[in-house]
């Protein structure tokens, strides 16, 4: 009985070293500069475990990328690092930091199609049926849409709204609601008004 309560102990004992390794970055957190980002992570468990789950995607990502010409995967990623590690300006460091990471998570899912969408969706707009805006919705965490219009493709990120489903990208835009949507493509671009194609 004393063995078994003394095994049991040990085992209770070696939890909390268990949960913490798993909740570690995936950087050396020794080899980090004092007041850092990475050293905010390092002391922060949901930052840690969003670290973890990037360096999952990114893997992901990258064999999906293996083909991708010119390589801009790797390229992209090491900007992404340094615009997480400019967070040291926020007044929220956490919250920036974790913002970083959920939105890029989010646009790898979607731009590999690490998960499965819902589409292709295609809208006609302005009454013109060659006009068309083609949209592929996933269930990511921001909400994401990849929606494509003439030669250009947009990654926007769902935001709040009143009624229907707002996306937004760099500039352009996407406002759903009932079959019709909003869509606005390129920085103080008149809205076109856009409805699902009937399908054939």
């Not at 360096?55 to 064999?63: E, F, K, N």
């Not at 040291?88 to 460091?93: A, E, L, P």
């Not at 835009?173 to 009932?178: M, N, V």
Request: charge should be negative.
């Amino acid at each position: 009985m004393i063995h078994c309560r003394h095994a049991l102990l040990s085992a209770l004992a070696a939890l909390p070293l268990i949960s913490q390794a798993a909740l570690t970055p995936t950087f050396d957190c020794s080899k980090v500069a004092t007041g850092s980002i990475e050293a905010l992570i390092c002391q922060n468990t949901d930052l840690a475990e969003l670290d973890q789950s990037m360096a999952t995607v990114y893997q992901q990502a990258s064999a999906k990328a293996t083909n991708e010409h010119p390589p801009v995967l790797k390229a992209e990623q090491r900007g992404w690092i340094k615009g997480r590690d400019d967070c040291w300006k926020s007044d929220d460091q956490v919250l920036c930091v974790r913002d970083s990471y959920r939105q890029r998570i989010a646009e790898l899912q979607a731009r590999y199609a690490l998960v499965e969408g819902s589409g292709p969706v295609v809208y006609a707009c302005d009454g013109v049926p060659s006009k068309e805006v083609i949209a592929t919705f996933y269930p990511t965490e921001p909400a994401t849409v990849v929606v494509e219009f003439a030669d250009s493709v947009s990654l926007m990120y769902q935001q709040p709204a009143a009624s229907g489903s707002k996306y937004q990208g760099r500039n352009e835009s996407l406002w759903e609601h009932q079959g019709e949507a909003t869509v606005v493509w390129g920085y103080e671009a008149t809205p076109m008004q856009c409805k699902v194609r009937a399908q054939p």
